[in-house]
């Protein structure tokens, strides 16, 4: 009876120790690929965010309700794929401590675990999946009170600056590529729906798809060509984009590549080499130190990963803003409990001064007939990037003043 005793008494001890420890810091999880074809926007971003968090932590933390509190990172790998994305969902949503959720990478891993964060309330800031179905599957629900924001210029405002890109450039016919994800079947939608919406001055003269994985576009690039396409409009992850570019050169099908924001990931500049020269995407960040405000994020990141050049610099600065913003609503609502970051986040008073930009009440209470109600970005804070020998520079340099980060008007 005494051993029953003792045993009880430790195992009371235990308990009321786990929970106090586990009040004393603010637990925070960050999903996505750190492995995987996707890996450089995964590990960039998750990279941000422990940046921001060590740079918070390193201060104190936050002042949670006249508490000074720590924030730990819980870290899930999704690998890129959906399967393992809900269950990393599910398996997040049921715990009881986590004070939100910051990531994922993939669009469809979003489509099929984000709803049970919806059940139970957990607070989610997207980033960097910018597929439009991300948020777009709510207001079809009908959802109300949605704990659910993202942090990403979305895939409506890039297919907006591809088809006006491609316009600019001339173009009268293009061919649309695209992956056969949830990501890339949304983008070519996006796409189509955009030139319809710009008075159809482009024409779609071809639709070729292609496989994850796949490494000879020869057969959809012979079609566009042969079809009369003067640009290639194109949604895809960086190996395959690559394998585009480089048939491209190989066929000697000299006509521009403009596509999505992950044109601007190392595997497709690594791996399509010269090849990707001239590729536009557009960007809400670009590497370059001599953006004074952009400056002492990328040299921070450098040193705190012994890196030279940031795997996908739009994935790190957008995980380091989006813990930054997260931070701040915590403190706002005085509490770690979900919704009440959840209103927070709907109606933040501070200022944040980001990596970015200056964000100033970047969302507002969830309007299910207005996805942009839970969308920080807009067309004003989004530039065009273009690559050149191996970096991603601006493609016109008069954007430099929106880099410097004016603050965001909504």
Request: charged fraction near 20%.
């Amino acid at each position: 009876m005494k051993a029953f005793r003792f045993i009880l008494a430790l195992l009371l001890s235990t308990s009321f120790s786990s929970g106090a420890m586990a009040a004393d810091v603010v637990k925070i999880a960050v999903t996505g690929p750190f492995s995987g074809g996707s890996a450089p926007m995964g590990v960039s971003m998750r990279d941000g965010v422990k940046l921001a968090v060590t740079q918070i932590n390193q201060k104190g933390g936050i002042n949670v309700g006249g508490k000074t509190m720590k924030i730990e990172l819980i870290e899930r790998d999704d690998e890129g794929k959906n399967d393992r994305g809900a269950l990393i969902a599910q398996e997040i949503s049921s715990m009881g401590d986590i004070a939100a959720v910051i990531g994922t990478v993939n669009t469809g891993i979003a489509v099929m675990g984000d709803k049970y964060y919806v059940e139970k309330g957990i607070v989610k800031i997207i980033t960097p999946a910018a597929g439009s179905a991300s948020m777009t599957q709510w207001c079809i629900a009908g959802a109300t009170d949605l704990p659910i924001f993202r942090f990403a210029a979305h895939d409506g405002i890039q297919a907006q600056m591809v088809v006006e890109q491609a316009t600019k450039m001339g173009c009268k016919n293009v061919a649309i590529l695209h992956d056969a994800t949830n990501y890339g079947v949304s983008g070519r939608d996006d796409l189509v729906k955009q030139i319809q919406k710009q008075g159809g001055r482009l024409k779609v003269v071809a639709i070729e798809k292609f496989a994850i994985g796949d490494k000879d576009m020869t057969g959809q690039l012979i079609k566009a060509r042969a079809a009369g396409a003067q640009a290639l409009l194109i949604w895809g992850i960086g190996p395959e984009l690559a394998a585009v570019a480089s048939g491209k050169q190989k066929l000697g099908f000299r006509v521009p590549m403009i596509g999505g924001w992950t044109l601007s990931m190392s595997n497709f500049i690594d791996t399509a080499g010269p090849s990707g020269n001239g590729a536009l995407m557009p960007q809400t960040f670009i590497e370059d130190e001599s953006i004074a405000r952009a400056r002492s994020f990328i040299q921070a990141y450098h040193k705190a990963y012994g890196v030279t050049r940031i795997p996908s610099p739009v994935s790190a600065a957008q995980g380091y803003d989006a813990a930054l913003l997260l931070a701040e609503a915590i403190r706002e609502a005085g509490s770690t409990r979900p919704s009440n970051v959840k209103a927070s986040l709907d109606n933040l008073k501070v200022t944040v001064k980001g990596t970015i930009t200056d964000w100033k009440k970047p969302w507002s209470k969830w309007d299910p007939s207005n996805v942009e109600t839970h969308e920080a970005f807009r067309r004003t804070n989004t530039v065009m990037g273009k690559v050149q020998n191996g970096r991603v520079v601006l493609a016109n340099p008069a954007d430099r003043i929106v880099l410097e980060g004016k603050m965001l008007k909504n």
